[in-house]
């Protein structure tokens, strides 16, 4: 590729020591070579810092971030950023795996966009087990692994706020840019990408490419299992970041089209603090949809 722009990886790591090591070396076999690898291990429980340690004896040019106190997904990644030389940021999670046309393909749907301003792209990611067994993909594909219905591209601010799209985050490659002029992840929030989603997409165009890029990992604890627990913290914890997401979307709304849009999301995120039983949470959102409303 000519005018190789540098990529930045930053491999967030917590309890991953059965798979860092497989995350990381699928970042050095990329096809694509102008990489920057960061590590950021957010002070894991486990073995980790001794599995990246022992990885790092033969890799002793790549920056390593070993938080000595557990600051969480966002602030994490924020500090990570400020070492990042890249022009584009992957944040890849330790137990997701890069296949090997990952970085070019993404780079590519860069390049060759049919939309101006493209802050990330995207696209689909095969779903493994623990034992890296096949369990599908994020995205539903036909027989020549083709997604069936194809994810929204352009400007997606409006599906995003009512839920009609759905992004692969770990399939992305986000802009500089972007991040910059965002201040990077809300270090407020428990999780970044939908905050991320719709405030990169008030901005700028997304772009899907139909390739499988990625293999995310699906674990009994990961995030996404954790926001319908019921009288769990760590779900209620996830689910009132939502509602602070959905609160500064209404200040980025312009229109009532927009806020209509919103509406389908908060509806739903009433009806998810309902079922997990968070009434202090669902009576927060009233005032909200009274303002979406009127």
Not at 265 to 289: A, G
Request: aromatic share 10%.
């Amino acid at each position: 590729m000519q005018n190789s722009p540098l990529v930045s990886v930053i491999c967030m790591c917590y309890n991953h020591e059965k798979y860092v090591v497989q995350s990381l070396n699928s970042v050095l076999n990329q096809t694509y070579k102008n990489i920057q690898i960061i590590i950021a291990n957010d002070s894991s429980t486990d073995d980790s810092d001794n599995a990246i340690k022992n990885w790092l004896l033969t890799h002793s040019d790549i920056a390593y971030i070993n938080n000595t106190i557990n600051l969480g997904n966002t602030k994490t990644f924020n500090k990570a950023l400020k070492l990042a030389k890249g022009d584009y940021i992957i944040d890849l999670a330790a137990d997701d795996v890069l296949l090997e046309n990952c970085i070019e393909k993404q780079l590519n749907t860069f390049i060759n966009s049919k939309f101006d301003n493209v802050g990330i792209v995207y696209g689909n990611a095969e779903l493994i087990s623990e034992n890296n067994s096949h369990n599908g993909y994020y995205y539903e594909v036909n027989s020549n692994k083709e997604v069936i219905e194809k994810p929204a591209s352009g400007d997606i601010y409006l599906s995003m706020l009512s839920q009609n799209s759905k992004i692969c985050s770990v399939s992305s490659m986000i802009k500089r840019t972007v991040l910059d002029n965002l201040n990077g992840y809300d270090e407020n929030l428990a999780y970044e990408d939908l905050d991320l989603w719709i405030r990169a997409s008030r901005l700028y165009n997304f772009d899907f490419t139909d390739s499988i890029l990625v293999q995310k990992r699906e674990l009994e604890n990961s995030l996404g299992s954790q926001f319908f627990k019921k009288l769990n913290p760590r779900t209620r914890k996830i689910n009132r970041s939502t509602y602070l997401v959905i609160k500064k979307a209404i200040a980025l709304n312009e229109t009532k089209k927009e806020n209509r849009a919103l509406l389908k999301r908060l509806h739903f995120e009433m009806d998810k603090s309902f079922q997990t039983y968070d009434f202090i949470l669902l009576l927060k959102y009233i005032p909200l949809e009274i303002k979406l409303r009127f």
